[in-house]
């Protein structure tokens, strides 16, 4: 070969080296971000070092993460001889005297060509060597795949092959492979769940275009996971959305949930979303309320899913899906742009129910998404699942005898109304027997034990007004009660309550494990005064003596008239 011809496709190899340098490469090759034109000759005359030309090279792929369990396969699309240049400050892989690696090879990368340019007949390696460096999407080690260009169909062409792949264990070193133009993808085998488990935490990597060849090679993955996490909102006035809050039993309470997706998304046909939310039996999710948005940048934008379900499981519980056979689709259809920073919300409202858990014990509720997580195949992965609690109380009110706590008073007939509701309301609302609220008084009379039994309450302020006292005993006045929850335990999570009363020598209050306890002290007595019955008597005796002095009166005038006759 003439030095000027070699020297032509030295420079042609340069351009595409940019050209296949696309998602992860060491620093080495970034110098390939400027395209070399096939006309330049100088490419030899301005090195100042140059290996001697290599006939295998070693490649190690990192880990995306300590908890990568995937495989990477590796293709070779081009033999060549490689070697290290160095002008001035940096070092640039070049190739030469390339071809084939394979008679399969060639048949899948010139098709794929040919489907992005129809015009495209040449079945030589140089050319097709010539043509994918004049049409590189991009070059640097921050591009992309996509997977409707020429790179991106010849990885799902070499996925979809017969061809038997190199693997590669990522954070090892795969040593002695032949030099030349190399594709690396995530085996679907690693991404797809084979077993009764679900497959958590795992993603392949975008396509990886490289050579290789001369000194080692690191690659880093191309790929991020996506995340998922699940909030709901405090009814108190002002409150934020956080992962605690705490309700009254038949409130609607509100949720929303956030997905973020893949920064490789442009390497995906199409993409897989499905969001999984398992309710406790004290929850009784709304369907019909469910809203999902994409937000770009600042705008959030309606998005229609493929599916929605709610599923009552046969233990109480339920679970409420929310799925996009094709995310990238729907938001096409929307009208919205969906890129690494989308991030996906879906809103919607539950009903804290009868069989809601109280006092110490919490209402959990978990979600989770599934995902498509490689390129160019079908598999789905799952990430870890996020949570959001909601705290509801137990108010247990005790009436006893101010002289002796021990002596229960039962048959005391008691209303109790949300004069200070969490949510701000506007203070008519009563407690109900379930622990609901409702506009009508309803009365709780004490038992045996002088105990009436509320569970579900929320945070608040609450009025008590004794109705009825038990025979012997007064009404004691009007008084209130508060519970103030106090989160901020290590992971956020309700640390304690704090709870008084307005008048603590009417009522006293205390908690424990979430329980309210509320104790009413009262006086023996009668709601009539105490002389009462000793005035009926002197009534009686005052009314016998003015008896006997009209009688004897009366008996003494017939006397006078009967002498006078």
Known sequence: MKFKDRAARFAVTAGLAAAMTLGGVAPALSAFATETSSSDTSAASTTDATTSASGTGDVTISKRADGDATTIYGYQIFTADVVDQTVGATTQKVASNIDWASTDVQSLVVAAIQQVDSSYTSTTA??????LSAHQSGSGTDV???SSDAFGLIA??????????TTITPGTTATGLPAGYWLFVTSEASTTDTSDSALVDQVGTAPIYAIVGGSALTISQKTNLPTVDKQVLNDKDGSAWGKYADSQVGQSVQYKITGTVVDTIDSYDTYYYKFTDNLGSGLTADSTSVKVTITDGSTETTVTPSATSLLTNSDGTSTLTVEFTDLKQAAKEAGVALDASSIVTVYYTAQLNSKALVAGAVNQNDVYLTYSNNPGTESHGDTTPSHAYDYTYELMLYKVDSSDSTKALSDAKFTIQATGPDEGGTGTQYVQSDGTLGDTAYEFTTDSKGGIYVTGLDAGTYTVVETQAPDGYNKVAPFTFSITPVFGGTDGSLSKLAVGTSDSNIATANEYNGVVQVTVKDKAGSTLPLT???????????????????????????RRGESQE
């Not at 140089?126 to 043509?131: F, I, K, L, T, V």
């Not at 799902?156 to 792949?165: D, E, H, Q, V």
């Not at 009926?536 to 017939?558: C, E, Q």
């Open 126 to 131: 140089q050319a097709a060597a010539d043509w």
């Open 144 to 146: 992309v795949v996509n």
């Open 532 to 558: 009462g019955q000793a005035g009926i008597t002197v009534a009686w005796v005052a009314g016998g003596v003015l008896l006997t002095v009209g009688v004897v009166h009366l008996v003494r005038s017939r």
């Open 156 to 165: 799902k062409a070499l996925r979809g092959s017969s061809i038997t792949p």
